[in-house]
Each structure stands twice: as structure tokens, then as C-alpha cells.
T-cell receptor
Framework: EDKVVQSPLSLVVHEGDTVTLNCSYE??????LLWYKQEKKAPTFLFML????IEKKSGRLSSILDKKELSSILNITATQTGDSAIYLC????????????FGEGTQLTVNP | GAVVSQHPSRVICKSGTSVKIECRSL??????MFWYRQFPKQSLMLMAT?????????EQGVEKDKFLINHASLTLSTLTVTSAHPEDSSFYIC??????????????FGDGTRLSIL
């Protein structure tokens, strides 16, 4: 059974801080790892990672995959209150087809 | 691009009512759509995978007769919660994936439907 563990589960920081969110996984025949941001409604897509060591970047957010360590990190620099959300990590494996397995998420709170 | 529309956003109804939720991919064709359920403070739990023109694949423990899924076209999947009861109250979210091998295409989510059964 595929498994995704995120840490920390909850994080409170001040505006301007840099945060690193972690995601580790166990999946048969890994294909991809995805990061999503969930505010009050449904998740919005951030990154999709398939290759190890290649950083993906979008503004203040960046993410990288380490297939050797079976993990990924999501970095947010110069955090803003609008970054407050639940960040979800999900993995897809070849044997699970197109299904994704989600972690429990990290609740990030950025205080002014 | 990759917009998924889900309707309605909120439903409040009496116990015993059947509720239909629609999920549409607006600017792409989705051979596969997914239905999730999310409880407060918890992550997304996959209920079923909906494939256009064929029967849905349900996850273990999800009642097929309770949660009816129809994926009649490449842009529309519906979830009907039949004879809903208070324990069916939850946040239901659909997602859709564009054509192409699934590992190259992320799932894009609708805004979710908050279902409250009185």
C-alpha cells in the first residue's frame, strides 16, 4: 500500500520567514510527486516532480525531489499571510495507475 | 488553462434525499475524473475513479450503490449520493486529468461541494 508522510503537521511563522515542508513516501514503482495548496476550497496545483535533483520554481515557492531518500521538500521564502494554507503532498505509482495517494498535509500559518 | 468546475458548492438537505454533484472540465477533455471525500482536518480520501464511457472503479469500503458515478462525456462526471444520511455529510471534491499519460499530467481540482444532511 502506498504511503505519504508529511512533516511538520503544523507550522506557525512570521511574515518574511522562510519555511521548508517535508514529504516522504513509500510507493511501488514511483512515477510522480505533486504538491498542492489548499485554502478554504479545493486544492490548487503547485508542482509536479518526476526527476530527482531538478528544482522546480514558481516565484517564492520551490520544490525538489530526492528519489534516493524517497522524499521531497517544498520551500517558501519571504512568507506572506496569503501563504497560510494546508500544503498537500501526493504521490502516484505505476501499479496504482492514475490514482494519487495524499499525505495528511502541513497546516502553515503566517502571522503578520 | 485546466479549469475544473464543480456544482453545487453547498447543499443542505433532509435525510433520505438524493443529491447530485456535477464535475466539469471546462477547457480540456478528461478521460479520467476522481472523486474524493474530505473530513475536517483530514486529508483527501479517494472514493472512486471515473472513466469516460465505462464503469467507475471504487475504493475499498466505498458503497457503489450509495455513491453512483456517471462519466457520460469527456467533460462531465456526476456523483449522486443516494438516500443521504447525516453521516454522509462531508466535503466532496472532484478532480480531472487532461489527456496524455497520467504521469505527465497533474490532477486539477474543482472547488468542492460541502454537503450537509439534516
Amino acid at each position: 500500500e502506498d504511503k505519504v508522510v508529511q512533516s511538520p503537521l503544523s507550522l506557525v511563522v512570521h511574515e518574511g520567514d522562510t519555511v521548508t515542508l517535508n514529504c516522504s513516501y513509500e510507493v511501488t514503482n514511483f512515477r510522480s510527486l505533486l504538491w498542492y495548496k489548499q485554502e478554504k476550497k479545493a486544492p490548487t496545483f503547485l508542482f509536479m516532480l518526476t526527476s530527482s535533483g531538478i528544482e522546480k520554481k514558481s516565484g517564492r515557492l520551490s520544490s525538489i525531489l530526492d528519489k534516493k531518500e524517497l522524499s521531497s521538500i517544498l520551500n517558501i521564502t519571504a512568507t506572506q499571510t496569503g501563504d497560510s494554507a494546508i500544503y498537500l503532498c501526493a504521490v502516484g505509482g505505476e501499479t496504482s495507475g492514475s490514482r494519487l495517494t495524499f499525505g495528511e498535509g502541513t497546516q502553515l500559518t503566517v502571522n503578520p | 488553462g485546466a479549469v475544473v468546475s464543480q456544482h453545487p458548492s453547498r447543499v443542505i438537505c433532509k435525510s433520505g434525499t438524493s443529491v447530485k454533484i456535477e464535475c466539469r472540465s471546462l477547457d480540456f477533455q478528461a478521460t479520467t475524473m476522481f472523486w474524493y471525500r474530505q473530513f475536517p482536518k483530514q486529508s483527501l480520501m479517494l472514493m472512486a475513479t471515473s472513466n469516460e464511457g465505462s464503469k467507475a472503479t471504487y475504493e475499498q469500503g466505498v458503497e457503489k450503490d450509495k455513491f453512483l458515478i456517471n462519466h457520460a462525456s469527456l467533460t462531465l462526471s456526476t456523483l449522486t449520493v443516494t438516500s443521504a444520511h447525516p453521516e454522509d455529510s462531508s466535503f466532496y471534491i472532484c478532480s480531472a486529468r487532461d489527456f496524455g499519460h497520467w504521469s505527465n499530467q497533474p490532477q486539477h481540482f474543482g472547488d468542492g461541494t460541502r454537503l450537509s444532511i439534516l
